[in-house]
């Protein structure tokens, strides 16, 4: 038999991959083509979704007309974003969210959805009156929300005036009066003080416009200040800060007392103070029953009447005209010597005396202040001491009754304790818990923020990660397994030129066999052997076996030999 002549196999590495790639079928070279361009996209889709930044707010509850002029800032520099609940909330990258804030800042956006004194720069000829009055109305409105805004705890603001024509008469003269709403930001509420500034801003910016008829409400629609009287009553929200005030003044006085004693962490106090806010007037007047004699004298009045003899009456020329007859009756009056009778004897006389005294009357007018504490209670809990015993060790033992008597006469003397409006104190004592062996629970790990970040962060490589190896395992090792199978290295014999045996031949083939070679290769390495070596390596594959060999030649009986003859 002839020996084969085969064609020489190709030996650059290069040369070997086309011929390979050559021998695909069309469909398979379309598969691969497919499943490397899939392999890619994949790839590419899990490095696009990995670099993706994270979104956060830019700005929320904005108006539509500031949305799309950010919009429209942030599309001139090529900022990604994303609008969201409605078109009322715009999201950035997180890394340049600040940065594009302060840049949105200086051109003045967002500006509230409200126009200010601005809307006067662009005023046309031929505006009646009525229009320049609304428009300056308009913008006063617009100037004061935006000020409001300006305070931490405001997000917005809207104001409505209500601004009286002007009257000759002042009789039919109303005052203006405001109302103010403003939406707080989440979380945050207003402090007194500045529900009160808020008043006075919009008060002191409305000529006429009193702080008495500001009214301010929250975006839920709660009450913030309201319209008074000005004979009202003078009560407002401001009477419970001034109970807690007053309680937390009498707590300080018993901490600061009690806290070189007892340390501070051995005791808790708690002040309950009933505090009289009724504005009360009262007037007496006290008059003193007997009056002292050196009493001063109002008014004296003294009156004195005396009666004489009467003389001649009646009628002229009548008998009863005709004087008396001389009495008869001796003078019992002894006469004074040498006086002389100058008139006649008074038959009568009377004296009266008044005299008014100052009346002793004392007019009182007291008027109660407002804030005055009725009744305190007081409660106070003290901690058990701590003693050595015999071995040294530390233990909690309670206290004795006279150092309980000690701590509440010096809290009666630190409060200023007064039975008779009713005052009561309680001291107890008992173990405190040690804060060191309480169970303290914890954030769960799956809540914590940071945790959730570096989860998110590896979770995104590993997915990458478990992705390029799928590719690598399941598209590219075979394409390169069928196009640029890896050549094992030929076993060097001692001397090349030497002819194999055909146990060295053997003992090659197996390990050709035994080794991950594709068909093509081992075939290739067969062309390169002589006849003896090949008819060799046939007799010891038979040898080794020889149910492949039967089966071998029982294919080739039936369906004939797909290769040449040899």
């Known amino acids: ?186 979380g945050r509420t207003l402090e007194p003080a500045q529900i009160a500034g808020i008043v006075h801003l919009v008060s002191s910016s409305v000529p ?91 008014s004296l009045q003294t009156a004195e009447n005396i009666a004489n003899n009467p003389g001649p009456i009646g009628v002229p020329g009548a008998l009863s005209n005709q004087p008396p007859v001389p009495a008869t009756a001796p003078i019992t009056s002894p006469v004074v010597p040498g006086a002389a009778q100058s008139g006649p004897i008074p038959l009568n006389s009377s004296k009266t005396a008044t005299t008014n005294f100052e009346v002793d009357k004392t007019v009182q007018h007291v008027k109660r202040a407002m804030g005055q ?8 809990v003290v901690n058990h001491k701590s003693e050595k015993d015999a071995k040294g060790n530390f233990k909690n033992v309670p206290l004795t009754e006279a150092e309980v008597k000690k701590i509440n006469d010096l809290v009666r003397e630190a409060v200023g304790y007064n039975e008779k409006r009713g005052d009561t104190i309680n001291v107890t004592n008992t173990a405190f818990t040690d804060p060191a062996k309480e169970i303290v629970a914890s954030t769960p790990i799956y809540k914590d923020p940071e945790m959730i970040a570096m989860l998110k962060e590896a979770a995104r490589w590993l997915v990458l990660a478990l992705v390029l190896l799928f590719v690598i395992k399941k598209v590219i090792q075979p394409l390169m397994r069928s196009v640029a199978p890896v050549v094992p290295e030929p076993i060097e014999a001692e001397d090349e030129n030497a002819p194999l045996s055909a146990e060295n031949l053997a003992e090659r083939a197996d390990q050709m066999v035994d080794s991950d070679v594709s068909p093509e290769v081992l075939e290739l390495e067969l062309a390169k052997m002589s006849y003896e070596k090949k008819l060799a390596r046939a007799r010891d594959v038979a040898r080794k076996d020889p149910k492949m060999v039967a089966q071998l030649i029982k294919e080739w009986m039936g369906g004939g030999t797909s290769g040449e003859e040899r």
Do not use: C
């Open 373 to 380: 504490v009725k009744r305190l209670s007081i409660a106070l």
């Open 208 to 298: 006429g416009l009193a702080a008495n008829q500001v009214s301010v409400i929250d975006q839920n629609g709660a009450l913030l200040a309201r319209q008074r009287k000005q004979d009202g009553p003078a009560l407002d929200d401001t009477q419970l800060e001034y109970v807690r005030n007053v309680e937390d003044s009498y707590s300080a006085r018993i901490q600061r007392i009690l806290d070189p004693m007892l340390g501070a962490t051995n005791f808790r106090s708690q002040v309950m103070a009933d505090v009289d806010f009724d504005d009360a007037e009262q007037t007496s007047e006290t008059y003193t029953p007997n009056p002292t004699p050196k009493t001063s004298i109002r």
């Open 1 to 186: 038999m002839a020996e084969e002549v085969l064609p020489t196999p190709p030996s650059s590495p290069t040369a070997v991959v086309i011929d390979n790639f050559n021998r695909l079928t069309p469909r398979q070279k379309m598969a691969g083509a497919a499943a490397l361009a899939l392999a890619i996209a994949l790839l590419a889709g899990v490095w696009m979704w990995s670099q993706q930044p994270e979104y956060s707010v830019l700005f929320s509850n904005i108006e539509e007309k500031d949305g799309g002029a950010i919009v429209t800032a942030l599309q001139q520099q090529n900022i990604p974003y994303r609008v969201e609940s409605g078109g009322a909330t715009i999201m950035v990258p997180s890394t340049r969210a600040n940065e594009l804030r302060l840049t949105l800042a200086a051109q003045g956006l967002p500006r509230g959805g409200s126009v200010g004194f601005e809307l006067l720069e662009n005023q046309k000829l031929g505006l009646s009156q009525f229009h320049e009055q609304v428009n300056y109305q308009r913008a006063l409105e617009g100037e004061l929300a935006r000020t409001i805004q300006s305070i931490g705890a405001v997000a917005g603001a809207r104001i409505h005036l209500a601004i009286p024509k002007q009257s000759a008469f002042l009789r039919n003269e109303q005052k203006p009066t405001a109302s103010v709403v403003v939406s707080l930001r989440a």
